[in-house]
């Protein structure tokens, strides 16, 4: 997928004392997720449905411990 035109912007939650940061785009179809440390790293890609299934369990608290 060519990701030169997406837009990235941090994500409100993301807070780190080191300068690092998730940082996320818009795909249309789907969410990328990167590191802003290091964004040529590459990205991942997430289908929307499977990514609002995964914001939906966190705010749920699925994930805390």
């Not at 990235?8 to 080191?18: E, I, P, V």
């Not at 289908?47 to 699925?62: E, H, M, Q, S, W």
Request: net charge neutral; glycine share 8%; proline share 5%.
């Amino acid at each position: 997928m060519d990701l030169s035109q997406a837009r990235w912007f941090k994500a409100r939650a993301s807070a780190s004392s080191n300068g690092g940061c998730v940082e996320v785009a818009d795909l249309e179809t789907a969410t990328g997720l990167r590191d802003s440390k290091t964004p040529e790293a590459g990205a991942h890609i997430i289908p929307r449905p499977v990514f609002a299934a995964f914001l939906d369990d966190v705010r749920t608290g699925r994930y805390d411990r």
